[in-house]
Every structure is written in structure tokens, then in C-alpha cells.
């Protein structure tokens, strides 16, 4: 390794790449690799510490897989997890055998540790379990320091040796003291010290970007969210103007959107930049469409169309980039090292046609609360490395029906006015998504004695971990009344402000 830190190496567990955050977020450098690395490889990364990944697999079927056991006499403290620890075990001579139950789920784990890791935690903690086999014969040398109702051998150690193995997942928050037993093993067991910065990253990030595009040229979209402004600028670090950026305005941005990303990306990031105006080409093809799902289909297609002809217009490039960061490597299935381009509206079916040598997806291994990180270290403004999701099709599936220039600059406004005050308020960073919603609906009103026919508003709040569930926030009732008085007062053609309190399931996020 280029620097002190930890090795992951990875059995396929679900939380290999949580475990090495969880590390990182200690200020400790960590790599992750797969299993399959040999001896020689791990010896000439000399990390100060490795940690055995869980993984699904059985250690008594013969195609699970293993590790050279000379990686137990390097004199490098290891830390088994779940899967890790049963083939420690297995390996130094111990047994392993199926449980009678698979245990799933939060349990009591009962430490009585007088050496660290284990002496950090306290004497009960509960911690998430998941396992169908349990360690059933301990390896020479080592002790338990911890069980469960179920799992009589839940924490082992041989702490002459600096081995260690624990049957729960420190890694997740279900697991209360989880922190304290990796902070411990990091940092009393490891001798780590917390000095680890977002800016290593960034420079390592940088340096390997220069090793793959060598003196090549890069094609990469940006769309006015944070993860391709991250890329965008992590790579323009990198090769400077050899970065060509291509960013289409379909006509549903946000308020100062387009804007924003003209003057980073021509200031302070100063990128090839090509933006391309295509609102008029993308009304004109949704013309009368009110289904959502053909509005959403016809974005899509428009899109690639006009992309593909604004990256014409550079001549040929070398690579292709995507900001593609870790939660979309697990939505797409794709694993570590492999190809697979992640099937995003905004480039479907593109890289192949324009025959690029290679991809370049430097915040693949990132969370997207690192992502934003990174994008601070690097100096992009606050307003762009905080900004809230935004879906690609933007606010076309905010706008319910028919799509005119009017009714698009309703949902503009109306937005830009509940940001506004959200942020006035001292909210923004509270709320996970929060806009509005230019419904179909068109009530009666009274304005200056005038009767009204206008269309409802709606404001939409919500707070979620993963944006697969969430709940509808409950918004201060001054804001909501400001809100509502603004949007009635300043925006042209609405006469009624709506909340939708409605929570997904059942509702989703957006409205189409
Ligand atoms: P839903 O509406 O499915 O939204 O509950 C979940 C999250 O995904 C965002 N979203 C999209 N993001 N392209 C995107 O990049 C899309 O087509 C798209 N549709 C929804 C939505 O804003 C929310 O954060």
C-alpha cells in the first residue's frame, strides 16, 4: 500500500466495501481486494492490518473460497468477520460445522474480553448476527471473549498472535458498539494512527487517473448533479482541458442549474465544455405527451441523440467516464472489475457506438457522503456538492400532463421558492428531497376580486436513508405558510398550494 492502512480482502460479503468506510471514516487508509490475491501480493502490500470480509459461502463446500494460511504467520494483525473468522479457524485448525438454525438478526453479545479489541467493548451489546455456520472447535492458542444465546464461540482471539475473529458485523449500525470494537483493533491492536484525509484519496485518485488516460483524451456528461461535478473535476485535476464535457439543457433544469455548472466548469474546473440548448428539440418531441412513462422514454432517447451529436463534434476520444459511485455498482449487480456500464438513461447504448478505449469511474468504490467529501477537497462550492438528488428526466416528471414552457417555468419557480425558504429556515441539509409538483389539477379561486381557474401546486418533503423508503417530512407551519404565500403571489397561474403527506410505500418519491 502507498501509505499505512488496512486490507479488505473481500469473500463476497455483502458489506466488504461498509467495512472499509467504516475504517476510512476513522481516518484510517483502507484497500479492498478480492480473496483470490496471493500471498506475495499481500505481503508487498505490508498493510499494518487486514480484515477477513464476511462472505456467503460454506466452508465445508470445497469451492469456497480460501486464502494461502501463511497470511496467518506474517506477524500482520488480521480481524476475521463472520465468514473471515470461520476460515481463520478452519485454516489454523479449528472446526467449523453448521449451525442447527441460521441466525439472522440483532442478538446480545456477551463480551469478557481483558485484551483489545475486546476490552473496548462493553460487558453486553448487541450486535447483528448473520451466519448458518458456527466455529465449533477453537484453533490452538486462541480464547473466546464473547457469545451469544446461539453462538457459544461469537469472539475469539489469540492475542500473542494479533488474531482475531468475530461472528457479528461491527460494520453496520444495527451493531451498537460495532465503532469501538474496529476503532479498537485499528488503533490499540494495529498501532494506526487516525491521520487519514479525504485529500489522500484525492491525490491517489488523481495520480491513477494519469497512469490509465496517459496522455489520452476523456468524454464524460454532466448532468448538474453532484456525482458527475465529483468526476468532472477529480479528472480535470487530473488531465486539465483533455477532460470534454458535454452537458444538455433538455429544458427541464432547475432554476440557476445550468448556470452553475457553466461557471464552475469554465472558472474554476476550466474542462473542454460543450453545453447544447436542446429545449426547444425536447418540447417539441414531447409535444401532447402526458403519459409518464412516455415522457420518461422519449427523454431518454432524446438525450442519447443529442449527447452522442455534441460528442461527435469533439472528434474521436480516448475514454469515457461516468461518476458512477458504489450504490450503483450494487443496483447494477455489477462486481468489483468488471465492465459492465451502469444503465443510466442519459448514456444507455452510447459508449460502444463512439468507440472508446476504455472507462474511467473514479468514485466507484465511494459513498456518496465521501463523494460530497471528495467534492469539498477538491473546492467545488457547497451549493453544488450538497445538492439533492434530482432525477435525470428533471422536472418534466414534475410536471403532471402536458409539458409547455409555462407550465415547466410553474414548477421552476415554484421550486427555486421552496429552496429558498427551506434554506432560510436552516433546513436544507435536514431534508433529504424536498420540491414541488405542478399537478393537473385546476380549482376555483379569488384574486383582487377576480374569480380564478388556476392550477394547484404541491409541495413534497421527504427524509429517507436509501430513497427506496421513505417518510414524508413534517415541515414548521410558518415555513409552509410563507411558502404557500409566495408560490400564490409570485408565481403566475397557481392558486393553491398542496402538501403531500404521504409516505413511500405507498407513494413513491416523484410524482411520474
Ligand atoms: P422514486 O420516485 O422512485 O424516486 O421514489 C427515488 C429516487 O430516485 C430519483 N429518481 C431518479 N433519478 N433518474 C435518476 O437519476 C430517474 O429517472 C429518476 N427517477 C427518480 C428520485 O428523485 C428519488 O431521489
Redesign the pocket.
Known amino acids: 500500500m502507498d501509505q499505512q492502512g488496512i486490507l479488505v480482502l473481500d469473500f463476497g460479503g455483502q458489506y466488504t466495501r461498509l467495512i472499509a468506510r467504516r475504517v476510512r471514516q476513522q481516518k484510517v487508509y483502507s484497500k479492498v481486494l478480492p480473496s483470490s490475491v496471493d500471498l506475495e501480493t499481500i505481503k508487498k502490500e505490508a498493510p499494518d492490518g487486514i480484515i477477513l470480509s464476511g462472505g456467503p459461502s460454506s466452508i465445508s463446500d470445497p469451492k469456497a473460497p480460501r486464502i494461502d494460511k501463511d497470511i496467518f504467520a506474517l506477524g500482520i494483525p488480521v480481524l476475521g468477520i463472520g465468514y473471515g473468522m470461520q476460515l481463520m479457524s478452519s485454516l489454523l485448525g479449528g472446526t467449523v460445522v453448521r449451525a442447527d438454525k441460521k441466525e439472522y438478526g440483532v442478538a446480545t453479545v456477551q463480551f469478557n474480553g481483558n485484551h483489545a479489541p475486546f476490552a473496548a467493548m462493553p460487558e453486553y451489546s448487541e450486535c447483528l448476527m448473520s451466519h448458518a455456520d458456527l466455529v465449533d472447535k477453537l484453533p490452538e492458542g486462541f480464547k473466546v471473549y464473547g457469545k451469544t444465546n446461539a453462538c457459544p464461540i461469537a469472539a475469539i482471539g489469540n492475542p500473542d498472535k494479533k488474531l482475531y475473529g468475530i461472528q457479528f458485523h461491527p460494520e453496520v449500525s444495527l451493531s451498537k458498539d460495532g465503532t469501538t470494537l474496529l476503532s479498537s483493533f485499528l488503533f490499540d491492536v494495529c498501532k494506526l494512527k487516525p491521520t487519514w484525509e479525504m485529500t489522500g484519496y484525492a491525490e491517489e485518485a488523481i495520480e491513477q487517473i494519469r497512469k490509465t488516460v496517459g496522455d489520452g483524451t476523456v468524454l464524460l456528461g454532466l448532468?448538474g448533479?453532484v456525482d458527475s461535478a465529483v468526476a468532472a473535476a477529480l479528472i480535470e485535476k487530473a488531465i486539465g482541458n483533455r477532460l470534454h464535457c458535454v452537458y444538455v439543457d433538455h429544458g427541464f433544469m432547475r432554476k440557476g442549474e445550468t448556470e452553475m455548472v457553466k461557471d464552475v466548469f469554465t472558472r474554476y474546473f476550466p474542462v473542454t465544455l460543450k453545453c447544447v440548448d436542446a429545449s426547444e428539440r425536447f418540447f417539441t418531441a414531447l409535444k401532447n405527451v402526458s403519459d409518464p412513462e412516455q415522457k420518461?422514454k422519449i427523454i431518454g432517447a432524446e438525450f442519447v441523440n443529442v449527447f452522442k451529436d455534441a460528442a461527435l463534434s469533439f472528434g474521436k476520444l480516448d475514454y469515457f467516464a461516468q461518476g458512477t459511485i458504489y450504490s450503483d455498482v450494487i443496483e447494477s449487480g455489477a462486481v468489483e472489475g468488471s465492465n459492465i456500464i451502469k444503465s443510466?438513461?442519459?448514456v444507455g447504448g452510447l459508449p460502444k457506438e463512439l468507440g472508446f478505449t476504455g472507462l474511467v469511474e473514479p468514485l466507484r468504490n465511494l459513498f456518496k457522503d465521501e463523494v460530497r467529501e471528495l467534492g469539498r477537497v477538491l473546492g467545488l462550492p457547497n451549493h453544488m456538492v450538497d445538492r439533492?438528488?434530482?432525477?435525470?428526466?428533471g422536472l418534466a416528471?414534475r410536471c403532471l400532463g402536458a409539458l409547455t414552457f409555462e407550465r415547466i417555468s410553474i414548477v421552476r419557480e415554484s421550486d427555486a421558492i421552496l429552496r429558498e425558504e427551506v434554506k432560510k429556515a436552516g433546513l436544507s441539509s435536514s431534508i433529504?428531497?424536498y420540491f414541488t409538483v405542478l399537478t393537473n389539477i385546476q380549482s376555483v379561486g379569488v384574486m383582487d376580486d377576480e374569480r380564478t381557474y388556476f392550477y394547484a401546486v404541491a409541495i413534497r418533503a421527504v427524509t429517507t436513508d436509501d430513497?427506496?423508503t421513505?417518510q414524508w417530512t413534517s415541515l414548521p407551519h410558518e415555513l409552509l405558510a410563507t411558502v404557500s404565500s409566495r408560490i400564490v403571489n409570485e408565481v403566475p397561474g397557481v392558486n393553491r398550494v398542496l402538501y403531500d403527506i404521504t409516505g413511500?410505500p405507498p407513494?413513491?418519491?416523484?410524482?411520474e
Open positions: 448532468s448533479g420518461r443510466h438513461h442519459n439533492q438528488p434530482f432525477p435525470g428526466p416528471i433529504s428531497q430513497f427506496m421513505a413511500k407513494a413513491s418519491i416523484e410524482w
